[in-house]
């Protein structure tokens, strides 16, 4: 196994234990629904709203991506694998990431500057199996100029960074629990 290829197994292993919250070693696509609800309805919307749909279209996006043949579950192989080989085309991962990603965020810009503040990021993503530190830090690394604010834009890009890099210092990589 190459060292890139390590590299992406692991960030997206740890990935994979922030949806496997019950620990059964698959995750379902209730896991991720229930992740991603939870964000949602952290950033004060409903997930069923219509404005919402952009992050319903994620979740579908990404579930077909790890369970192309509608088994209904994924172990921690499969769900590396499908990401390993999703991070190898940019097209796709902003194909099946950016839209829900910058529809998310923007319900974190709660005043609308395009930007988004270390506690309204915090607040959202609190039950997202980051330690507090790991999200502080995730925060502070896309926070580029350090005035406490992180770009929607960027956070957009950081997002679909996370899938691509090969670099494991990336600001991005905080995302999802630094290794």
Not at 143 to 154: L, P, Q, T
Request: charged share 35%; glycine share 8%.
């Amino acid at each position: 196994m190459t060292a890139l290829s390590d590299y992406k197994s692991r960030k997206f292993g740890k990935a994979f234990t922030l949806f496997d919250r019950d620990g059964d070693g698959v995750v379902r696509r209730a896991d991720m629904e229930s992740v991603v609800r939870k964000e949602v309805q952290r950033s004060g919307a409903d997930y069923e709203a219509p404005e919402m749909r952009p992050v319903r279209v994620l979740v579908e996006r990404w579930w077909r991506t790890l369970d192309p043949e509608g088994r209904g579950e994924v172990d921690h192989d499969g769900f590396v694998t499908a990401l390993v080989a999703l991070s190898d085309d940019r097209d796709a991962v902003r194909h099946v990431f950016e839209d829900g990603v910058r529809c998310l965020l923007s319900r974190m810009d709660r005043d609308g500057d395009g930007r988004v503040s270390k506690a309204e990021f915090v607040w959202v993503t609190q039950e997202d199996g980051l330690t507090s530190a790991e999200r502080d830090a995730a925060f502070d690394r896309m926070d580029r100029d350090g005035d406490g604010y992180a770009d929607v834009e960027d956070l957009v890009a950081d997002y679909v960074e996370l899938y691509c890099t090969s670099d494991p210092d990336a600001a991005c990589n905080g995302i999802a629990g630094f290794l």
